[in-house]
């Protein structure tokens, strides 16, 4: 649950369909940390069912009565750590750039040779 301005909104699970929407509004759940303020605007308001614009302006609100967005925050990344398809594709991701490195090694290896 997140409460913002006193209201309270389901934390909803990060899964293909919400990294969709995610990145529709311009956010790269890989490279959240680029724009962590426009990842939570555009998390909460798939949250509450509201567009960006409304969404900030809620979040601006609630901070300047007083709020913080360590709830809302800590639902992002509890429910992005969480995420069996980011994990998912955070593996593949890892396992190409692996794949990579060892094609450009061994590339290297045979110019030296």
């Known amino acids: 649950m997140i409460k ?8 909803l699970e990060i899964d293909f369909n919400m990294v969709c929407e995610l990145n529709a509004m311009g ?3 890989f490279k959240y940390n680029k724009s962590p303020l426009s990842a939570l605007r555009a998390y909460f308001a798939i949250c509450a069912g ?8 809620e979040i601006e609100a609630h901070i300047l009565g007083g709020g913080d ?5 800590g639902a992002f990344v509890k ?14 991701a890892e396992m190409a ?12 290896e045979a110019k030296a040779e």
């Open 4 to 11: 913002i301005n006193g209201k309270e909104y389901n934390d």
């Open 27 to 29: 956010v790269d759940v």
């Open 50 to 57: 509201l567009d960006e614009q409304t969404a900030g302006e």
């Open 69 to 73: 967005i360590s709830e809302l925050s």
């Open 79 to 92: 429910h992005l750590t969480e995420s069996g398809f980011f994990k998912a594709m955070t593996a593949k």
């Open 97 to 108: 750039a692996q794949k990579r490195s060892k094609a450009k090694a061994d590339a290297d």
